[in-house]
């Protein structure tokens, strides 16, 4: 073989590098620089963007209505008479019918579009003596409050004005004066909300960390402090490495054809229900809670058992006398991490769980969590950016909070130990 | 020997880890209220036979102890372990508080024994820590954590902790190699103090701390005991060309 070297003239550059290894440690640098700031911008950018278009949408009438509207269909009666009635309204702004007695104002529903609301109707208002389903009914409806006019229909001088929530509040207002009969009108609570979603959310939360956290510490107590090294443990360990590996969608599937079943023979239920979701996620989880309190339970000085031990103790109370709660801070970090993936995963739940959004939750009913939520807002026909942004930043800002915590834990931690 | 009352009696021990022997066949008595020594070269079975004492070698996996060892009269093999080592303590190279507070430190075999009056654990703790030479130090700060104490303190700590149970025995591996000369004096001058009470097995590498503080000296080599005799004839008039070599430091 031929040994080529090249030895670079040491008076034509200071640091002595050939121009071609400079050349190539410039290229480094400027590359590394370069993809840094590429990951910096997009991710600003995907911030940026869910901010700007979620933050109209997020509101609390956002976190806390539902999603389905519900809609009711009203008549003024056939024999109603207006006489010489006075209305008094307590708030202000809007616009005022003083012939019916109700106060209209202008606002956007949790989908960004113009409606109606009701701000106030008087008491004694010619509204409160609508009828529920036809003008020949005598079921009279009185509760407003919260909801908007999604369609009317008015005759005025023997022509019928049909309007709906898209005209303003002063036109509705204005028609409505020249008009002494409602035809019809619908009026719908405000829908889009992600109350239910949330609320399937924090249920899954709850009810994953119950099932897997006893599970999971258990098992790294047994794995970290009992379990001899033979074969057995050799493959339950390596089990537990891949489980974290294993990509969501395919503990979807063992959600969707093991737990499903499952819970339907055991509850009866029909199809995904939380609790479907909350066990897969608890397999889906258990390994991360499985390996991080292990770890710091190895982490602990070995001469803490020992030293336990020879003080008369036995092992269980060494266990949880000295190794638990100085493992503490391990298996929080693990929790949190783990609420953080709940909060976050959609793959596994869209299977598990399933994607109808639902307002009425029940354990063993169908529903679905913010992140699937998403999912089928961009599913529909027109995909609602706004309010997936929206949700979005729910997401971010609740991932974020976890992530101060773990670190806000970890370097407490750290300043326990720092001395020993 | 003179008349000393006999507190361990160690017959025809052998230690097995898996298929190495560790240990073989050693004899020998311990006697109450005296300092007995182990020396020699690193490796050759001395923490491995203290942990005999109290029984901590159950806790390895494949080890496996022939023989029998007698406490006062009784095989510790038909001793519950846990009580064993509320009468056999032991003291650790490493020093190794736990980390809570001091005064928690020190009772904590105590309640897991399962005693829960206060007044009377912190009587023990003060009792203790008075034995330990370590009240003046602490006195104002018992709820402090005891990581804050430096090695030494730490060390005598985990000595008061072993006290705190009002044991017979006292077992100490290489109790001084993680300190620095004065607390390792401090230590040495403490156990001086506490051979009055207690009977102590201390293992050392260090030759000198075992002509001062001890009253036996056994020493190892290779799982064998080569020679057990009072440390000021051991070490005047070795017996084994074994000892001879080891003491004027001809291997180590
Ligand atoms: N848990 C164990 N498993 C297998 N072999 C062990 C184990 N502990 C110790 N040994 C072996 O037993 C022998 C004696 O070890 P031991 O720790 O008792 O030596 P020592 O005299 O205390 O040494 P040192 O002075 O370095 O502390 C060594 O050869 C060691 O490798
Ligand atoms: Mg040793």
């Known amino acids: 073989m031929k040994l080529k070297m090249k030895i670079s003239n040491p008076f034509k550059f200071d640091d002595g590098m050939s121009r071609k290894r400079r050349f190539k440690d410039i290229f480094r640098n400027a590359s590394t620089l370069i993809f840094s700031l590429l990951t910096l911008v997009t991710l600003i950018y995907i911030i940026v963007y869910i901010f700007a278009n979620g933050s109209s949408t997020l509101s609390w009438q956002f976190i806390t209505s539902d999603y389905q509207e519900v809609s009711t269909s009203l008549y003024s009666r056939s024999d109603l008479n207006f006489d010489d009635r006075t209305f008094d309204f307590n708030e202000d702004g809007g616009e005022i019918s003083e012939k019916w007695g109700v106060q209209l104002v202008d606002g956007e529903n949790n989908l960004g579009e113009h409606v109606v609301y009701f701000l106030e109707v008087a008491d004694n208002s010619y509204f409160n003596e609508l009828v529920i389903g036809s003008n020949t009914a005598t079921e009279t409806y009185n509760n407003y409050d919260g909801q908007y006019i999604s369609n009317l229909s008015l005759r005025v001088d023997e022509q019928i004005i049909t309007l709906s929530s898209r005209d303003s509040a002063s036109d509705i207002v204005n028609y409505l004066d020249q008009s002494n009969e409602i035809m019809f009108m619908e009026i719908c609570t405000v829908g889009g909300g992600i109350r239910g979603s949330l609320l399937t959310t924090i249920y899954l939360i709850l009810i994953t960390l119950i099932i897997a956290i006893p599970l999971g510490v258990c098992a790294a107590i047994y794995l970290a402090l009992y379990a001899k090294k033979n074969k057995f443990t050799m493959i339950l360990r390596s089990l537990i490495d891949m489980t974290s590996a294993i990509p969501s969608i395919i503990f979807g599937f063992i959600g969707a054809l093991v737990f499903i079943p499952f819970m339907n023979a055991v509850s009866g239920s029909n199809g995904g229900s939380i609790l479907s979701g909350a066990l897969t996620l608890t397999i889906m989880l258990i390994s991360t809670i499985v390996k991080t309190t292990e770890e710091s339970i190895i982490a602990l000085p070995k001469g803490y058992m020992d030293s336990s031990l020879a003080l008369g103790a036995s092992r269980t109370e060494t266990v949880f006398k000295i190794i638990l709660p100085n493992a503490l801070p391990g298996i929080i970090t693990s929790i949190i991490l783990s609420i953080g993936r709940i909060i976050g995963e959609s793959a596994a739940l869209v299977f598990a769980i399933g994607v109808s959004i639902q307002d009425n939750i029940s354990l063993t009913g169908s529903s679905t969590s913010l992140a699937v939520h998403i999912w089928s807002l961009l599913k529909l026909e027109n995909p609602n950016y706004d309010a997936a942004c929206a949700i979005s930043i729910i997401i971010l800002c609740i991932v974020l909070v976890l992530c101060l915590l773990t670190k806000i834990i970890s370097y407490r931690f750290n300043k326990k130990f720092k001395r020993s | ?252």
Do not use: W
């Open chain 2, 1 to 252: 020997m003179e008349e000393n009352q006999v507190v361990f009696s160690v017959k025809n021990l052998n230690l097995y880890y898996g298929d190495k022997k560790a240990l073989n066949n050693i004899s020998l008595d311990i006697y109450k209220n005296k300092v007995t020594a182990f020396i020699g070269p690193s490796g050759c079975g001395k923490s491995t036979f203290l942990r005999c004492f109290n029984r901590m070698n159950d806790l390895i996996e494949n080890c496996k102890v022939e023989g029998e060892i007698l406490l006062n009269g009784k095989n510790i093999l038909e001793v519950n372990p846990i009580y064993l080592r509320t009468k056999v303590g032991m003291v650790f190279q490493q020093p190794n508080p736990f980390p809570m507070s001091i005064y928690n430190n020190v009772i904590y075999g105590l309640k897991c024994q399962g005693i829960k009056n206060k007044k009377e654990l912190m009587e023990i703790c003060i009792d203790s820590l008075e034995k330990s030479a370590l009240i003046n130090e602490v006195k104002e700060r018992l709820k402090d954590n005891a990581l804050a104490l430096s090695g030494g303190q730490q060390q005598r700590l985990c000595i008061a902790r072993c006290i705190a149970l009002s044991p017979e025995v006292i077992l100490m591996d290489e109790p001084t190699s993680a300190l620095d000369p004065i607390a390792t004096s401090k230590i040495e001058e403490l156990i001086r103090e506490l051979k009055k009470d207690y009977t102590i097995i201390i293992v050392t590498h260090n030759m000198q701390q075992a002509t001062r503080i001890s009253d036996y000296t056994a020493f190892f080599m290779l799982g064998d005991l080569v020679e057990y005799n009072k440390t000021e004839e051991f070490f005047a008039h070795p017996q084994d060309k074994r000892s001879d070599d080891y003491i004027s430091g001809k291997f180590s």
